[in-house]
């Protein structure tokens, strides 16, 4: 707490004032990355010139997230419910996100979902996990290629969301 509250600028006392424990804290870290996450979608979509941009970036974004904030959740010491209700929050918060980006740049492409939103922030997510043991792992390639995948709307001899060739 004495660095947080050092690199903060603020007094010790300030910061447990706002967060009394270090799962609270960590608790409004999170959910303050979730909402910064969240907000870039609408925004993104808005500013890029293309859909499918905006949906690239976005993901970028929610790489970075998920790279950073690894095992940030594991820190609420063993609060398994905190923990679900985290879980809950940020999958009601970006899966609507990400589901809106989806549908635009998939529209854009002429293209029909072949996995849903859940689906690919779940693969996506899966991809990241790699990163904490491996430098070289290049988790941001991947999803991009991912997300091509995705985009091209043809799932090869493979079912997903009760989609399959």
Not at 152 to 160: A, C, H, K, M, V
Request: charge should be negative; proline fraction near 5%.
């Amino acid at each position: 707490m004495r660095e947080i509250a050092a690199k903060a600028g603020v007094g010790v006392g300030t910061i447990y004032r706002h967060f009394p424990t270090r799962s609270e804290l960590v608790v409004a870290v999170y959910r303050h990355q979730v909402e910064a996450c969240a907000d870039a979608g609408p925004r993104l979509l808005a500013e890029r010139p293309t859909p499918e941009e905006a949906l690239r970036a976005w993901v970028a974004l929610f790489v970075e997230f998920l790279v950073t904030k690894h095992g940030l959740a594991g820190a609420l010491q063993g609060d398994s419910a905190g923990s679900d209700a985290l879980h809950a929050y940020f999958v009601g918060r970006l899966v609507p996100v990400c589901g809106e980006l989806l549908e635009a740049a998939l529209q854009a492409a002429g293209s029909a979902p072949p996995v849903d939103a859940y689906n690919v922030l779940k693969g996506i997510g899966n991809l990241c996990i790699g990163t904490a043991n491996d430098a070289r792992y290049d988790a941001s390639g991947l999803v991009q290629l991912l997300i091509s995948g995705v985009l091209s709307g043809q799932p090869r001899g493979i079912t997903i969301g009760g989609c399959s060739t």
